[in-house]
């Protein structure tokens, strides 16, 4: 998620919007398929920079700037499969970094209120 949403401009990325927190209530509030569509496409993100950008490590060892360059190209890949795994990992990304108080701040928006924690489907 970290490579989908840098900080830019002002504004934090999503490594400074507690990522580890959302993971966490994401994994026990989200249905079965999207959960593990999120985890499939984190895995596969990890090990798409040898097809993608030709370097075979895995993502997290890229340098940033390898791993921003990979990035794009995963997101504008022919293939609409891989394209998908960037998809999804800018759709996790995006969940966590848009609902954080300080992303909200900085676009001078009011926080969310706290969620009461009443929907549950199971």
């Known amino acids: 998620m970290e490579a989908m949403l840098p900080a830019e401009a002002g504004l934090p990325g999503v490594a400074d919007c507690a990522p ?17 569509g999120m ?14 950008v030709g370097i075979p490590l895995p993502a997290f060892l890229l340098s940033a700037r390898a791993r921003d360059r ?12 891989i394209r998908q795994v960037a998809f999804i ?13 300080s ?3 900085a676009l001078a928006l009011p926080p969310y209120a706290t969620d009461p924690g009443t929907w549950r489907a199971s």
């Open 89 to 101: 990992a800018k759709f996790a990304a995006g969940l966590c970094w848009g609902g954080h108080d």
């Open 39 to 52: 985890v499939a496409a984190g895995f596969a993100f990890q090990l798409l920079p040898v097809v993608v």
């Open 20 to 36: 580890d927190l959302f993971i966490t209530r994401i994994s026990k509030e989200a249905c079965g398929r999207l959960w593990w």
């Open 70 to 81: 990979y990035a794009f190209k995963l997101s504008t890949h022919r293939s609409y499969l």
């Open 103 to 105: 992303v909200r701040e």
